[in-house]
């Protein structure tokens, strides 16, 4: 399906239409319903597509609402369906992590796997509120992080929307029967295989606490990282790592651990990131950075989207998604002088 953007989301004439739902009354639901399909999905694409999706279905099924359910739940019902057509036919999103063991710095690149392949980054302001209350920002920033997000891919689709609707959304239990169809004994029971799931992947190592508890050393860290890679002092760069600091660089099938292979990397493999400019941005609720390598003909190109996990005043992620389609969804420039 075609993407458009919001500006081409409801130009119908209002006051031609026999409801009393106005266009208004569905785009102000258009953030949490991102962030809701963007959970479901593991794509900022496809997750706009299926809101784009769900707010047409709405509109042109707004003569059928009989308001017997809130505006908003009618809503979720139809991008919770979106979402499900669309991962009938598809193979699960992962990160690189996701695949198999680390690589050392000297390994060959492997062959590039297609984007649907991988779990990709969204933009924080498209799923949150900069001015939502403070225990509210935090859990759902624990609920966005690129992990989180990761793990709930491993399940099954039915049980993911439970899960989601359930623990991130807060919906009860009843309200998620009525939405799928189903009964209350089956909600939770899809809940608690879903819980079981998820407690196999290991969430909390890449919890971004300096983040979640606006740690003062936060912006001092990101200061001399925004230095040291600019300037390429690698071995400044690693002084800012944790011994246990991973780094990943989708569409490769490659990650690495530890300063000392990241070290490598960069100064071997990687060292075309030399001379790279950083703007700084917001992914999946941590800081992030669009990085422009230097070009031929003058000024530098966009590269790639850095997400930072931060812990303890380092850097414990280091992940580089190298799909440059991500620069207008992150609203960077595609070029710098």
Not at 122 to 137: C, F, G, K, Y
Not at 309 to 316: F, H, L, M, N
Request: net charge negative; glycine share 4%; hydrophobic share 40%.
């Amino acid at each position: 399906m075609q993407r458009e953007t919001s500006s081409d989301t409801m130009t119908h004439d209002v006051s031609t239409h026999p409801t009393t739902i106005r266009p208004e009354d569905l785009e102000r639901h258009r953030r949490e319903l991102t962030g809701y399909c963007y959970r479901m999905l593991g794509s900022v694409f496809e997750a706009d597509d299926a809101v784009q999706d769900t707010m047409l279905r709405a509109w042109r099924n707004s003569d059928t609402f009989e308001g017997r359910s809130s505006v908003r739940s009618w809503l979720y019902r139809i991008a919770t369906n979106a979402c499900l057509d669309m991962l009938r036919s598809r193979q699960r999103r992962a990160r690189p992590m996701d695949m198999g063991p680390s690589s050392r710095a000297d390994t060959a690149l492997p062959a590039m796997l297609p984007e649907n392949v991988w779990v990709e980054p969204i933009p924080t302001s498209r799923v949150m509120h900069d001015n939502a209350d403070p225990a509210e920002l935090a859990a759902s920033r624990e609920t966005i992080r690129f992990a989180f997000v990761s793990a709930l891919q491993h399940l099954p689709a039915r049980q993911r929307a439970v899960l989601i609707l359930r623990m991130v959304l807060r919906w009860e239990a009843t309200e998620v029967a009525e939405l799928l169809d189903t009964s209350v004994a089956s909600v939770n029971s899809a809940l608690q295989r879903a819980k079981a799931t998820m407690a196999t992947h290991d969430l909390d190592a890449a919890t971004s606490t300096d983040v979640v508890l606006a740690d003062p050393r936060l912006e001092a860290l990101l200061t001399q990282y925004v230095e040291a890679f600019e300037r390429y002092d690698i071995a400044r760069l690693v002084t800012l790592l944790r011994d246990d600091a991973v780094m990943s660089m989708p569409p490769f099938p490659l990650w690495l651990q530890g300063p000392e292979q990241m070290a490598a990397f960069f100064l071997g493999t990687g060292i075309n990131c030399k001379g790279s400019r950083l703007i700084a941005t917001s992914a999946n609720g941590v800081p992030a950075f669009g990085s422009y390598k230097p070009d031929a003909g003058g000024g530098f190109s966009p590269w790639s989207i850095q997400l930072l996990d931060i812990v303890d005043g380092r850097i414990t992620g280091h992940h580089n998604f190298l799909d440059t389609k991500l620069f207008a969804a992150f609203g960077l420039p595609d070029h710098l002088d």
